[in-house]
DNA sequence: CAAGATTGATGGTTCAATCTTG
DNA sequence: CAAGATTGAACCATCAATCTTG
C-alpha cells in the first residue's frame, strides 16, 4: 500500500479547502435569497436539459453522484413543490420518468441568478482565462 | 451583477466533480474499515499539532471550516468515545480547550492508513509532481 | 433472482434560541 | 451588550429492508 508524497496531500488538502470555501459563499446566497439547495438547481438543469421526455431517476445518479435513495427523496421534495411530475414509464413498469414543469424551469433561472453571480466572485474573478482552463484540464484527469 | 463565462462555470463544475469524486472515494474506504469520517481525522490531527495545550474550539471554526455548533457537537461525539477531553479555560471561564487523548492519537493513525492510500490512489497516480504543484498553486488562489 | 424505486429508523447538520462569562 | 459555547427542534442523509416488476 503506498502512501502519498508531501505534493500529494497538499494538493488534496488544497482541493477541499477551495471546494469548501467556494461552496460554502455559493449555498450562503441561496439561503439569503431564500432559495433552496443547489443538489435542488443541478437535478432541475439535467432535467431540463433532457425535455419533454424528461429522465429516469436512475440516470441521474452518475449525473448527480447520488445514490438510489437520495435520487427517490430529492425528487420527492420537488415534486411536492410542484417543480417536476413523475410518469411512469409506459415500457417498463418499475422505472418512473422525471420531468421538469414551468414552476421548476421558473426556479431554475431564479437560482441562477445568484449562483451564476457567485461563481463569477468564486472562480472567474480569481483566475485568467488561461489559468482557468489550466486548471479544469487538471481537475478534470482526477475526474477519470 | 456580472455573470460567469463558460469556461468559469466549466472550472467550477470540474472542481465540484473531482472533489466529489475523490471525497466518495475516500469515505467509501473508510466506512468499509469501520471507521469514522474524514471530519473525526480533520479534527484529531488539528488537536495532535497544537500539542499538549490543545485548542480553543472558536480557533477550530476556521480551520475546519465548520460553525460554532458544529464543532461543539463534533467535540461531544469524540469526547463520548474517549478521542479527546475538554479542559475549561483558566483565563477565560467561557472557553474550552480541546485536548487530544492517547487514544485519539491512536485513532488518527489508523485512520490515515486508509485515508493516505485513498489520496495517493485519487490524486497522486493521477498527477505527475509538476502537474501537482500548478495545481495546487492554481487552486490556492481560489482560497484567497 | 435482479433492477428500479421507495420507506422506517437512525444519526448528522443546521437554525434559532439559550446559557454563561467578559 | 458581545463572545464562546451549548441545545431543542426541524430538516437532511444514510443504511438496511422492502415493494414491484422484469
Not at 37 to 58: I, T, V
Not at 60 to 78: F, G, I, K, N, P
Not at 81 to 106: F, M, N, P, Q, V
Request: aromatic letters at 8%; a neutral charge; one cysteine or more.
Amino acid at each position: 500500500m503506498t502512501m502519498p508524497s508531501d505534493t500529494t496531500v497538499t494538493t488534496w488538502i488544497e482541493l477541499a479547502r477551495a471546494y469548501g470555501r467556494a461552496m460554502a459563499t455559493i449555498e450562503q446566497a441561496l439561503t439569503d435569497h431564500h432559495l433552496p439547495p443547489l443538489s435542488w438547481y443541478d437535478l432541475l438543469l439535467e432535467l431540463e436539459r433532457a425535455g419533454e421526455a424528461g429522465l429516469r431517476q436512475f440516470e441521474l445518479e452518475d449525473a448527480l453522484l447520488l445514490r438510489q435513495y437520495s435520487v427517490s427523496r430529492l425528487a420527492e421534495r420537488l415534486e411536492n413543490e410542484g417543480y417536476l411530475w413523475r410518469k411512469r414509464s409506459a415500457e417498463d413498469g418499475r422505472g418512473k420518468y422525471l420531468i421538469i414543469t414551468d414552476k421548476g424551469k421558473h426556479l431554475r433561472q431564479r437560482m441562477w441568478q445568484g449562483y451564476g453571480a457567485k461563481i463569477e466572485e468564486a472562480v472567474g474573478k480569481k483566475l485568467s482565462p488561461g489559468q482557468c482552463h489550466t486548471l479544469s484540464a487538471l481537475l478534470s484527469e482526477l475526474s477519470r
